[in-house]
């Protein structure tokens, strides 16, 4: 299973932390790992198509984070978009996603 955790501080979204591997098909073939990575990836790029400073980025082999403390409107929509994506997942794949909100 895949573990979504967004990253709360003061109600807003400042990152995500994702662990853990779908286990829907085969290693390169799994379309639910592939949305969630896609999903995360467009993210951060997003993000730093507005210059954002992200504090923190890591895509080792079992964590995919970001975090960043800046605010903006931006930033908030980028974040939105991303929770949605990781909903829409979970309407069709709940047995293979899971959506956290953590507090940092």
Known sequence: MINVDLLIKEERIVG????????????????????????????????????TKVEFFDDGDNLLSLKTLEESEN?????????TGIQTLLANY???????YKET
């Open 16 to 51: 995500y932390e994702i662990r853990g591997h779908a286990d829907f098909a085969e290693p390169g073939s799994d379309i639910v790992c592939s949305a969630v990575t896609i999903l995360a990836y467009t993210c951060v790029n997003t993000l730093d198509k507005y210059n």
């Open 75 to 83: 930033i908030d929509t980028v974040f939105a978009y991303f929770e």
């Open 94 to 100: 709940s047995d293979y996603v899971k959506l956290n």
